[in-house]
């Protein structure tokens, strides 16, 4: 039998980007998935729709920054699905600008739905997630491994991820629970990704012509198989691993590339 079998999975923003293509993945796995979102709908996709009308999976509506819809978010998983193994954290938001102009509003609304909505989140779920013996997954980036000009907001809301896990990873031991993150790289952009620029407008994210974007499908794959083999970090690709050893080894000549990188 499949691992995903049966598992009942919560994906925080589920409805595009990298988490619809996770959820999609866990539901060919025969996975049974709260597919949650906040703004965006349920999309009109054939094997969500089905899903969702055999019972293998459920929408469910909260914006993660009100603790308040947090908390029955994790009331409508548990009455729907009598509990929950694996929380994947994927819902998260960006913000563009330089530390000077942007507001302290915006910065917030980062560090809260990146950070302190997540830990909410994680709060509610424990009691399930350790009654399954089950999974907790961060899903940090490389803007964690070094403070980024102009995305500081994002920054350290992701960089606040590394301490959690390493930390809850001990902490939950005892209890059977696997808590797992992933410094992920560039992944191909949805057409509809937006970021906050420094007054927390909306701002479309153009396609990345970065060469060394992976598919969110390759993205999703990987995590999945971190949070089956119970693997505690791990990089999205090589960009990571070598940004995290350059950190390590020769963090001027890091320091040096993010420089000229700014002043482009
Ligand atoms: N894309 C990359 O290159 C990259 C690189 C490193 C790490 N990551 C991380 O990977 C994750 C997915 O990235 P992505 O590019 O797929 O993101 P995305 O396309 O920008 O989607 C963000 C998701 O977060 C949800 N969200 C935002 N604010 C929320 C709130 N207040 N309450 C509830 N949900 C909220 C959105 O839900 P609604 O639309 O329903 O509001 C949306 O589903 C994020 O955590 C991101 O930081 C991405």
């Known amino acids: 039998?499949?691992?995903?079998?049966?598992?009942?999975?919560?994906?925080?923003?589920?409805?595009?980007?990298?988490?619809?293509?996770?959820?999609?993945?866990?539901?060919?796995?025969?996975?049974r998935v709260v597919i949650h979102s906040n703004l965006t709908p349920l999309p009109n996709d054939e094997l969500l729709l089905k899903a969702i009308e055999n019972g293998q999976a459920i929408h469910i509506r909260a914006d993660l920054c009100s603790v308040d819809e947090t908390l029955q978010l994790m009331a409508a998983v548990d009455e729907h699905f009598d509990g929950l193994d694996v929380l994947i954290h994927?819902?998260?938001?960006?913000?563009?600008?330089?530390?000077?102009?942007?507001?302290?509003?915006?910065?917030?609304?980062?560090?809260?739905?990146?950070?302190?909505?997540?830990?909410?989140?994680?709060?509610?779920?424990?009691?399930?997630?350790?009654?399954a013996q089950g999974s907790l997954f961060f899903i940090s980036s490389l803007a964690a491994i070094y403070g980024v000009p102009n995305y500081l907001s994002y920054s350290i809301s992701k960089a606040a991820l590394v301490p959690l896990q390493e930390g809850l990873e001990l902490e939950l031991k005892p209890y059977g629970v696997h808590v797992?993150?992933?410094?992920?790289?560039?992944?191909?952009?949805?057409?509809?990704?937006?970021?906050?620029?420094?007054?927390?407008?909306?701002?479309?994210?153009?396609?990345?012509?970065?060469?060394?974007?992976?598919?969110?499908?390759?993205?999703?794959?990987?995590?999945?198989?971190?949070?089956?083999?119970?693997?505690?970090?791990?990089?999205?690709?090589?960009?990571?691993?070598?940004?995290?050893?350059?950190k390590m080894l020769l963090p001027a000549t890091l320091r040096m590339a993010l420089n000229r990188n700014q002043k482009r």
Request: net charge positive; with cysteine.
């Open 1 to 31: 039998m499949g691992y995903w079998k049966g598992k009942r999975v919560l994906v925080t923003g589920a409805c595009r980007g990298l988490g619809l293509v996770l959820t999609r993945q866990l539901l060919a796995q025969e996975a």
């Open 90 to 131: 994927n819902a998260g938001i960006s913000a563009h600008g330089s530390f000077m102009e942007t507001t302290s509003a915006t910065f917030r609304q980062v560090i809260d739905t990146n950070l302190s909505g997540l830990v909410a989140l994680t709060k509610a779920a424990l009691p399930s997630v350790i009654k």
């Open 180 to 246: 797992g993150l992933v410094y992920l790289g560039f992944v191909e952009n949805d057409q509809v990704k937006y970021a906050l620029n420094t007054v927390g407008d909306k701002i479309p994210v153009p396609q990345r012509k970065i060469r060394t974007k992976i598919s969110k499908d390759r993205a999703a794959t990987k995590i999945l198989w971190a949070i089956e083999k119970r693997k505690r970090k791990i990089f999205g690709d090589f960009s990571g691993s070598l940004m995290w050893l350059l």
